[in-house]
């Protein structure tokens, strides 16, 4: 089995679309894992539903696709993300509504933990310091949890009483040990680690690995659909810098 495991598709269908061709035109999948964050900020968040749901999927809310659909109030998203929040909502339809409304925060798939923030805090906690990743390994039973959310992908690795962060190789399998570890798939739609390009990762259960891709698309079609619909500069400037 192989699953395409995205996280933060934010709306963004070029982004999306791009990273379903290369996975196809790469390893293959047979399922989606989406890990949170469907909707938000981009232009097209009916339309990345629709694509998700013609696939066999697996998928969990983020703090943006509760937002949408009224489960989370906007007192903690910044003026941005508030503003597209609101003009998400405005676009789903009942169906995309009642679809984002019954996802869980949190699920167990193969031998994966799948939360959009944390184990401790599903909703809203990052990962990204050795202190958040060690105090969340202990609270999950599986071997392995992925995570979304900071839109930067890494594997971590428990370190003693501590936890150690790795850069997540692109296009090198990393081979799935004993070992726990939080995997980071990155954020296909807003990419912040500096590079422009969609973000996802492959799980192959026949190998155990995992391995991480980028994947170019259209920035410019996306920005211009954004312009459209009069989403904030500063969301749409973001994803030509990969910040
Ligand atoms: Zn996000």
Known sequence: MRAL????VHSNIEAFQSAIEHANDTEGFDQIWSLGDLVGYGPDPGLCIDLLRQYEHVAIAGNHDLAAVGKLGLQKFNMHAAAAARWTTEQLTEEHVDFLAQLPIRLEVHDFTLVHGSPRDPVWEYVITAASA??????FD????IVGHSHIPFVCAPKGESAQFFDFPVD??????????IIN?????QPRDSL???SYALYDSE??????????YDIAATQQRMTEHNLPQYLINRLARGR
């Not at 060690?134 to 609270?139: G, H, T, Y």
């Not at 090198?172 to 726990?180: A, W």
Request: aromatic share 4%; net charge positive; glycine share 4%.
């Open 142 to 145: 599986t071997k392995r949890c």
């Open 5 to 8: 495991i995205v996280s933060d």
């Open 172 to 181: 090198l399998p990393v081979r799935l040990m004993d070992d726990k570890l």
């Open 207 to 216: 190998n155990q690995t995992v391995t991480h891709y980028r994947v170019a």
């Open 134 to 139: 060690s105090a969340n390994f202990s609270l």
């Open 196 to 198: 422009p390009t969609a």
């Open 185 to 189: 798939p990155g954020s296909v739609g």
